[in-house]
């Protein structure tokens, strides 16, 4: 069974078929939020959005439920368009992580090599632009990333670099893109002056959806953030990605988030997220 099934649902889909989608729910809803100061600095303030982070949502990648962001590559997931790298950092990670790759973990590796049968970045790095600005992407080989395994790979479909970092026992955000691994959580940072002339780095943490890819996003064919096919995990996002998101904040202040939604938990939850009501992970508190 999928993720979140119970033996009283229906029967997926045999492998291969899609479930029919679930309708997406709306972009704008009431969601809750905390703010709290980072205990590790004083002049950080996070801002966590509480109706992202304790919904179902899970990644359904290789199940019935994703549909994949282009309508005609339901199999690519969100692969299908390849992963702009940050920064040189990020580049580095990669190429750190691509000498961990093994034929049996990558599938396309041949076609990252050059002609004297060695892996090169020029090989599986692309140029492009970014906001008219040049940057690195991840090379799209046959219309995706040239990470992704297609199905009927021996070593299974799905991101080279987080099955190799799955099979080695690490982290997957020790190895992927940045982009990659911390979707869909959607972090921005920035310095405000208070009104007492002090100055802050604010950074706030919330979902992931199709407005953070700019105009583009609204043209995907699916989404899964807002899909309630996708909102079925057997935790809560704060949870599940509680790696991610202590890399994102830092340990002291991912635990005092997780304090809070803990907290937040017990209390019960005034805004839930609309896709986690719909998949019926949790009640409707209007009802």
Known sequence: MTAGASASDPAPPPPGRKLDPAPEVELDFPREWIEFQDP???????????????????????????????????????????????????RKRLQRAVKLLTPQDWQLMPEAMDERGKI???????????????ALRTRRYEGACIFLNRPGFAGGVGCALHTMALRRGI???????DVCWQLPIRRTQEWVDRPDGEQILRTVVTEYDRRGWGPGGLDLDWYCTGSPDAHVGARPVWQSYAPELTELLGADAYAELARHCRRREGLGLIAVHPATTHAGR???PEE
């Open 40 to 90: 590790a600095n004083d002049e950080h303030l996070i801002v966590a959005d509480l109706t992202w982070l304790l919904s179902r949502w899970t990644c359904v990648f290789g199940t019935p439920a994703c549909q994949g962001i282009l309508g005609d590559r339901p199999d690519d997931g969100c692969c299908s368009h390849g992963a702009f790298l940050a920064d040189d950092d990020d």
């Open 171 to 177: 982290e997957p955000l020790e190895v992927k893109p």
């Open 120 to 134: 090169s970045k020029e090989r599986y790095l692309e140029q492009d632009e970014l906001d008219d600005e040049p």
């Open 282 to 284: 949790l009640p409707d």
